[in-house]
C-alpha cells in the first residue's frame, strides 16, 4: 500500500498543468492515502494531499525559526561546547605548544582567545541571514517530497533540507559571515597572529605557513551547527505530540507517526 501512496503522488505532479486534471489527481492521492489508513480493521487518522504537505511545511518553518533563533543569540555558540567553534585544525595542532612556551603564549596565546570569540559571535550575528535560503526550500517542496518527508522516520526532515539547501546555504551564508566577522574586527586579530605563527613555524615544528580560509572555515562550521538545531526541532515534533499546537502539524504528523508503525 506504501506503493500506492507514491504512485498517487506522482500522478499528482504529472497532471498538474491542467486545473481539471489536477483536481482529479489530488482526489486520487488522498483517497488512495485514505485508503491506506486502513489496515487490519483499524481506523488511520486521515490525510489529504493538502494537509500533508501543509503540516509538513509548517513543522519545518518553526524548526528553521526557533532553531536559527537560538544560534542567533549572545553566547548560543561560544558558550555550548557542542556547537563552539574551535580554532582551525591546523592552528589547534599547535596551540598546546604555543601555550607551553612564555614567550610564545605571551605573544600568541591571547590573540588565539580573541579569534575564537570572533569567530563565535561573527556566526551568531550571521544566522538571520539562513532563513530565506531554507523557506526557499519548503516553499518549492513538492507533495512527492513532502510525502516521503513525513513518512521516512527519524531525521528525514533534516537530511531533506541539508540535501536541498546546502550548497545554496553556504552560498548565501559565506558573505553574510564575512560581514559578520570584519563586524567583530576578526581579520584585524587573525592576520597578525597567523603572521607571529608562521614566524615561528620552525619553533613550532610547521614545515609551511598556515593559510587558512578562516571566512570559509567559520561558515562551514555555522551551517553544521544549524543542522544540528534543525534536526532536535524535528526530533521534537516527531516524538512529542504535545507539541504539535496547530491542527495542520497535528494531523499530518498523527498519520505519519501511524504510517511508520505499520
Known amino acids: 500500500m506504501k506503493s500506492n501512496v507514491f504512485l498517487a503522488a506522482a500522478a499528482f505532479l ?3 498543468s491542467c486545473d481539471a486534471l489536477k483536481q482529479t489527481a489530488t482526489q486520487m492521492a488522498s483517497e ?8 487490519g480493521g483499524i481506523q488511520k487518522p486521515v490525510l489529504s494531499t493538502s494537509e500533508a504537505a501543509g503540516g509538513l511545511k509548517e513543522a519545518l ?4 525559526l526557533n532553531g536559527t533563533g537560538r544560534l542567533g543569540q549572545v553566547g548560543a555558540f561560544a558558550q555550548n561546547p557542542s556547537l ?8 589547534q595542532q599547535i596551540e598546546k605548544k604555543i601555550r607551553d612556551n612564555r614567550m610564545l603564549n605571551s ?4 590573540e588565539l582567545d580573541k579569534v575564537v570569540v570572533a569567530m563565535n559571535t561573527g556566526a551568531e550575528n550571521a544566522m538571520s541571514m539562513a532563513v530565506p535560503v531554507f523557506q526557499k526550500a519548503v516553499t518549492d517542496m513538492s507533495f512527492a517530497d513532502a510525502m516521503g518527508v513525513l513518512t521516512g522516520g527519524d531525521g528525514a526532515a ?4 541539508k540535501g536541498s539547501t546546502e550548497p545554496a546555504l553556504i552560498g548565501a551564508f559565506k558573505p553574510e559571515v564575512k560581514k559578520a566577522l570584519d563586524g567583530v574586527s576578526l581579520a584585524k586579530i587573525w592576520e597578525p597572529t597567523v603572521a607571529k605563527i608562521n614566524k615561528n613555524k620552525l619553533l613550532l615544528g610547521l614545515d609551511k605557513d598556515i593559510q587558512t580560509d578562516l571566512n570559509q572555515y ?5 551551517t553544521s551547527a544549524l543542522f544540528v538545531e534543525i534536526k532536535k526541532e524535528e526530533d521534537k515534533i516527531r516524538t512529542n505530540p504535545a507539541i504539535r499546537s496547530t491542527e495542520g502539524l497535528k494531523k499530518a504528523f498523527d498519520y505519519a507517526d501511524s504510517y511508520i508503525k505499520k
Not at 605573544?107 to 591571547?110: A, Q, S, V
Request: hydrophobic share 40%.
Open 218 to 222: 567559520v561558515t562551514e562550521k555555522a
Open 61 to 64: 518553518i518553526q524548526g528553521i
Open 84 to 91: 563552539k567553534i574551535p580554532l582551525p585544525p591546523e592552528v
Open 107 to 110: 605573544l600568541i596565546g591571547g
Open 32 to 39: 488512495t492515502l485514505n485508503q491506506a489508513n486502513i489496515g
Open 14 to 16: 504529472a497532471l498538474g
Open 158 to 161: 533534516t537530511q531533506y533540507l
